[in-house]
């Protein structure tokens, strides 16, 4: 359908447009006026989708939680200056004091240290943390008083998947809430609220946004849901999105199908040939055939991303060192999800939390690497890690 120009407020998918523009504009506004009582009065009947304050609702914002909605096939999205700034009230609005959360062990750092630490402290929150390979490990864990199951599939550090269809509907049978961290696969390649989950969440500092560019987040389901959480955790914990990052994801947006099958096609190419070398003992991958959970994934998940893990043949602490210093076309840093190909190493965060024996009975090594493969050429690529490989 052919839009009108001037037209100054719809909440269609498409566009804002104004004047023509070709591109949502970024209205950089705090307030937005009205023209009497009724109008401003009446506004405040219909808060949770009225343009009063940009701490609610900002038409530039609107855009993209609307473009992330529907991908997702969600009603509606809210988008935070974070990935933890949503997790954290989607989190916040399903757990209750006294309660209980059963959560994947090995989720995001500052996820487990938010359910483990801080929801035990302040609200008497208890936790039991399962593989989550098996449904039978979640029907042990439950309890009276649990009130949700926080799931991340894949998850970001050993890429373990759960059934996503059989613990949504377990937990629905027992009347609890389920959040899962859905920032590996992405809205494009997995889509768990059509599998039964309540809420998604994403870091969009990794794919969703893609550029390396903005640190942001987003929650995604029920009209219902979403709504209950915009009258509580989001206007009263105030983690909202800037209307200029907004504006930069829905850009994002527009490209994440093209660049998630390019993250895709390059990550497969490159765990293939890293499976393949003599100085590689494991890659971990879904999308190998050789990983573990290779058919869960072919069921849920339409593709796979770009991070990845292997484990060199070494435990030798220089050797590694030499390996992740030489090579030329991956970066080091911890995030992920850009153009940009990155390699980190798990070792150098948890060596100086732990002992050298601490470290050892995670089962960790030295060798253990994180490769993020962007969208660089990857023959170009695998001939760096060849090179940088043959060093050791
Ligand atoms: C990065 C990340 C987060 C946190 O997102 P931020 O945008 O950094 O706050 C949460 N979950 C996963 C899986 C992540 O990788």
């Not at 240290?113 to 593989?131: A, R």
């Not at 994934?297 to 030489?326: C, I, V, W, Y």
Request: proline fraction near 3%.
């Amino acid at each position: 359908m052919k839009k009108k120009n001037n037209q100054k407020h719809n909440n269609s998918p498409e566009e804002l447009s104004y004047e023509g523009a070709m591109v949502t504009p970024i209205f950089q506004t705090s307030n937005f006026s009205f023209e009497s009582w009724e109008a401003i009065s009446n506004a405040f009947d219909h808060r949770t989708k009225s343009f009063i304050y940009s701490r609610g609702n900002n038409p530039t914002v609107e855009v993209a939680q609307r473009k992330l909605a529907d991908l997702a096939r969600g009603e509606r999205a809210l988008l935070f200056g974070s990935g933890m700034g949503a997790i954290s009230a989607a989190v916040l609005h399903c757990a209750q004091k006294d309660g209980h959360i059963i959560a994947i062990k090995n989720i995001y750092g500052p996820t487990n240290n938010l359910l483990y630490t801080y929801l035990k402290d302040k609200m008497n929150v208890s936790i039991t943390f399962v593989s989550g390979v098996e449904l039978g490990e979640f029907e042990a864990a439950i309890q009276a008083n649990t009130n949700l199951i926080y799931l991340e599939s894949p998850s970001s550090g050993i890429f373990s998947l759960q059934d996503i269809p059989t613990v949504a509907a377990l937990a629905k049978k027992n009347d609890i809430k389920t959040v899962i961290d859905n920032t590996w696969a992405t809205p494009f390649f997995q889509k768990p609220l059509e599998m039964g989950i309540d809420l998604e969440v994403h870091s969009c500092s990794k794919y969703i946004g893609g550029h390396s560019d903005v640190v942001a987040g987003v929650i995604i389901g029920s009209d219902k849901l979403i709504g209950g959480i915009f009258e509580k955790e989001y206007e009263w914990l105030g983690a909202r999105i800037a209307p200029a990052e907004a504006a930069l994801i829905t850009r994002s947006i527009k490209t994440l199908p093209l660049r998630m099958k390019a993250h895709e096609a390059n990550a497969l190419q490159v765990a293939t040939f890293l499976e393949n070398h003599p100085k590689i003992v494991k890659v971990n991958y879904p999308g190998l055939e050789s990983f573990e959970q290779y058919d869960l994934g072919k069921r849920q998940m339409s593709g796979n991303s770009g991070l990845l893990s292997f484990r060199l043949a070494t435990n030798d602490l220089e050797k590694a060192k030499t390996f992740f210093n030489n090579l030329k076309k991956f970066r080091i840093a911890v995030s992920w999800g850009g153009y940009e190909s990155l390699i980190y190493a798990l070792a150098i965060s948890y060596v100086k939390e732990m002992t050298r024996e601490q470290f050892a009975s995670t089962g960790l090594t030295y060798g253990d690497m994180r490769l993020s493969v962007g969208l660089e050429n990857a023959t170009e690529l695998i001939l760096d890690l060849e090179q940088a490989l043959e060093l050791i």
